[in-house]
């Protein structure tokens, strides 16, 4: 139905007046934040380890070790952040598909869009941060969930 519904002009002044260069600068610099931060972290890895040249990241995604924790304690401290196919269709199970089971549990997204603030990405980096030193000091023996 709405396919050939014509754009709003209130979208379309958005649009024509959106600096779009600045938000790839900002969202390409936020990633590799991200990725200096976090990429090497105990418990973590980035998923996409290099930022190819012109790609513009929606968000960080990282596979992470201990998603049954880590991942409440997240968001129990309010860090913004999703899961990959955070919500399967219950016909998706292990016998179906078990990359998209495990996906689903183990790869974390962070955002990295153009407007958030340096000490709002520092104060997220160090949350995620205390976070998984904090399950590394639970005694966990390196066995994935």
């Known amino acids: ?9 209130v979208s379309r002044t958005i649009l024509r007046h959106c600096d779009y260069q600045r938000i790839v600068r900002g969202r390409r610099a936020n990633y590799q934040f991200l990725l200096e931060k976090l990429g090497n972290a105990p418990g973590l890895r980035a998923l996409h380890p290099e930022l190819t040249p012109g790609v513009v990241p929606l968000n960080f ?3 992470v070790d ?5 991942f409440p304690a997240l968001k129990l401290a ?13 016909e998706i199970t292990e ?22 603030r340096p ?23 390196g066995q994935l969930d």
């Open 1 to 9: 139905e709405w396919v050939d519904v014509k754009m709003s002009r």
């Open 66 to 70: 201990r998603p049954t924790t880590l």
């Open 78 to 90: 309010q860090v913004p952040i999703w899961r990959f196919g955070e919500y399967l269709d219950d």
């Open 95 to 116: 016998q179906v598909c078990a990359n998209s089971c495990y996906l689903s549990q183990h790869v974390f997204q962070f955002p990295c869009h153009s407007e958030l």
């Open 119 to 141: 000490e709002e990405l520092s104060w997220m980096v160090n949350t995620i941060l205390s976070h998984l030193q904090a399950d590394a000091d639970s005694g966990y023996t």
């Open 61 to 63: 995604p990282v596979i």
